[in-house]
């Protein structure tokens, strides 16, 4: 299994900017693509970004497009989602999640239910 811990939420004013970071431990972590998925109250999760396990390859939803930017650190285990630009419609709980990497290379990398290990998520609360 791989343990993930994310951290870097918080609140902040529209146009602003956050850096989450997602802490892996367990089983090599460079073996999975990695994603970013959020949750905003009353909403089904949605994805968010994904990148491949060596990070040539990323993919994001086209509502953060241009403001958000997926990287990964294999030597530190960690994962970073760089938000800027913040947006009301942003504020959600943000999870990071491991998915195998067949799952990824087929396509399925903004498909929930693809994603077998996930954070406990931090929030995101973007004011007007």
């Known amino acids: 299994q791989v343990q993930l811990v994310e951290s870097g939420g918080g609140l902040v004013q529209a146009g602003g900017s956050l850096r989450l970071s997602c802490a892996a431990s367990?089983?090599?972590?460079?073996?999975?693509?990695m994603g970013w998925l959020r949750q905003a109250p009353g909403k089904e999760r949605e994805f968010v970004a994904a990148i491949s396990w060596i990070g040539g390859t990323t993919y994001y939803a086209d509502s953060v497009k241009g403001r958000f930017t997926i990287s990964r650190d294999n030597a530190k285990n960690t994962l970073y989602l760089q938000t800027n630009n913040l947006k009301p419609g942003d504020t959600a709980v943000y999870y990071c999640?491991?998915?195998?990497?067949?799952?990824?290379?087929?396509?399925?990398?903004?498909?929930?239910?693809?994603?077998?290990?996930w954070g406990q998520g931090t929030q995101v609360t973007v004011s007007s």
């Open positions: 367990g089983r090599t972590f460079s073996s999975y693509a």
């Open positions: 999640a491991a998915q195998r990497l067949p799952d990824f290379n087929s396509g399925s990398y903004s498909v929930t239910i693809k994603y077998p290990y």
